[in-house]
């Protein structure tokens, strides 16, 4: 569980962690002409990783200077910029603090400025707490040599691609060859050769790679004709416990990004199914991001891409450690790992139910109770994804059999349930050895709305409560609802792992990509619509405007889906261009909301080329909500509102004059055993529902105890 200490620090975070020292400057200094050091490769100095740091100098006009870290004279490594800064790769730092300082000589009096660097092993962590151990290395599923637990460390290596002129990539042994089907890219207005220079290696470990057009070996002093300056940051998707280094990444290699010259990184951590927490997936692209800068240069904006679990992780980054990515670009999205997991664990209880007692509930019945726009999605959720919440159910293969948690023969193995990532917010409860969990039943009344509207009759809605059960710690269903540990919902709370889109994401620009889903059939439909929406409303509930956020709709087709991908990626370049260059005094919330492109806003595609631009709302309506109709969910029909941000609710008596049905008195004595307590008060704020403590939360680097 986070230590308080740190929650309570990250209140101060945002002053403690500034990039740029104040310079200790001579009397009389004009204003505006102060030395100043700051890092630029990380931005937050107590946070920087693998021994090295590229650094920012800004001289006074026509000043000499001298760069010293821990006494050491690195000047030599320092470049006259454009803009009048000297900018320059520091290496050699030792683990720990470091001190760099900049001193000025002549014309003018002498100033001094200071700057304190904390640097951490490039295996991490940084600020993520106690890595998992065991942790299975996969380094050669990426082309790396084999490597040693625990840090699953490997070699850099780089290689090189070409994009032919028939739109295929391929491999290119020397990049200064020429093929006579090399394909050319235009950047910034000027074509050059599509040739891509790919580095992958191991930062945080996790396996890391990164791609960007060559012309040349890259540095971080000079800007590379063929980078545009500006970094897509891939994430993946799905949802799992961990306890491995994964095999895939969020995707370097791909013509959308470097064809228009922006470079691209991610990270075999960003990938949620391989790592269940939006603060490890934090940790890796702050550490990723700072290496790409140290070997490219300083980069003018982030733009955060990747759908489903890749949604979660770019909302959950923004939110709770801002400036990491600039602008998000989440496809078929979820708020965060928690707020899904309460529909996904009624669907396998309601495919349970539907299988056994409920088996006469017709089709359009179940649908009811489900909330979807189909009941394939309960049981797509049930198939893909409730299987999570289980001890050993969704263990993957790179963990060996033999390792994994038995309660008679392995009582110490290892847990594959999606909350082991969250292990240092909600604590491990020292009953069962499992990671405390927010998952609760207790009051929810399964399939209100459907009894309101008379689908279903009221035995049985009162068949279905009394039978429903729930899961217990290890996810196996029993007869007793599902009960959340008190201490993991303060903690889901505190620490913002419930999103609340009330901290940074308040000041990002987002284009919801949504891709309808809603009828894929089983296996795709949990990307349900409503979702984008959920979060649209805690925007607005936190900030009184969700203005910064944009929908568009689009159909499942490849078509729609490449049209939309290139309108999106190119608007939020232009937005985040506009707010990099608004250099006026609004706060950059305003900046925000005043550089949106005046083309930009909600809508959604009639084909790949025609699009609509149109205010959606939920419910649905207009053009946009005629084609792209929204749905609810389990929880919905349940009583709960759109945000869909309470965990655990609190509960009233049960009334049964609240009902526009009357129940036999047999039907009534098995609803007062099924809500003893009373049923869910959504009126009411959840059980330890709570704003976040703060911003940059930091759970140790593995130094303390």
Known sequence: MANRAFAVAALVAPLLLTGTAAAVA?????????????????????????????VKVVPPERARVTVRANGRDVTASFRAQPDGSLLGLVTGLREGTNDLSARTSGPGPDQRANL????????????????????????????????????????????????????????????????????????????????????????????????????????????DPGWNGKLVYTFGGGCNGGYHQGASTGGVVNDLFLGRGFAVASSSLNVLDTNCSPIISAEAAMMVKEHFAETYGPI????????????????????????????IIPGVSF??????????????????????????????????????????????????????????????????????????????????????????????????GFVRSTL????????????????????????????IGGLDYTGTPVAQRTAADPKALDAAYADGIVNSASQGLRETPIIDQRTDLDFAGPGNDIHTTEWSYVLRQRLLRANGTAANQVIIENHATAAEAAAASAYELDA?????????????????????????????????????????????????????????PVAANTRMVAGEGLALDVLKCRLKPLD????????????????????????????????????????????GDGTTP
């Open 440 to 467: 609760d039943t207790t009051g929810v009344q399964y399939g209100l709305a459907a009894l309101k509207s008379g689908t279903i009759t009221a035995a049985q809605f009162a068949d279905l409560n009394a039978s």
């Open 300 to 327: 003018a904006h982030t733009i955060g891409w990747g759908g489903s679990g890749g949604a979660i992780q770019q909302y959950d980054i923004a939110e709770n450690y801002p400036g990491i990515v600039d602008g």
């Open 572 to 628: 939020m370049d232009r937005w985040l261009t506009a707010i990099d260059a608004d250099r006026s005094h609004r706060s950059r919330q305003q900046k925000v909301l005043a550089n949106r492109p005046g083309d930009l806003g909600d809508g959604c595609y009639l084909s790949a080329s025609s699009r609509v631009t149109e205010a959606l709302t939920y419910p649905a309506s207009g053009q946009c909500g005629a084609l792209y």
């Open 116 to 223: 304190r660097v904390t640097d951490h092993p490039i295996s991490g962590p940084v600020f993520s707490g106690a890595q998992q151990h065991p942790f299975y290395c996969e380094t050669q599923a990426f082309g790396l040599p084999a490597a040693q637990q625990p840090l699953c460390s490997a070699p850099t290596q780089v290689s090189y691609q070409y994009r032919t002129t028939a739109g295929a990539f391929a491999p290119l042994a020397d990049p200064a060859s020429r093929p006579a089907d090399l394909a050319t890219a235009t950047v910034d207005g000027h074509a050059v050769p599509y040739v891509v220079r790919v580095e992958r290696g191991t930062i945080d470990r996790a396996v890391y790679e990164m791609a960007a057009l060559y012309t040349g070996t890259p540095s971080p002093t000079a800007p």
């Open 335 to 432: 708020p965060d790992p928690l707020s899904v997991g309460g529909p996904v664990s009624d669907c396998r209880l309601l495919d349970r139910y539907f299988a056994g007692p409920g088996a006469a509930f017709t089709a359009a019945q179940k649908q009811a109770v489900a909330g979807f726009a189909s009941y394939d999605s309960c049981t797509s959720w049930d198939l893909t994804f409730a299987s999570r919440a289980t001890a050993t159910g969704s263990c993957n293969a790179a963990i060996p059999v033999a390792a994994r948690w038995d309660p008679v023969t392995n009582p110490g193995g290892v847990k594959c349930n999606s909350n082991e990532q969250l292990v240092n917010q909600l604590g491990r409860d020292p009953r069962t």
């Open 656 to 699: 049964f004059r609240d009902y526009p049905v009357t129940f036999t008195a047999a039907d009534q004595q098995r609803l007062r055993a099924a809500f003893p307590g009373g049923v869910c008060d959504y009126r009411r704020p959840g059980v330890g529902q709570r704003p976040p403590v703060g911003t940059w939360l930091d759970y």
């Open 26 to 54: 001579a009397p009389g200094t004009p204003p505006g002409r102060r030395l100043t050091i700051e890092t630029v490769s990380n931005p937050q100095p107590a946070l920087v990783s693998g021994e090295q740091v590229l």
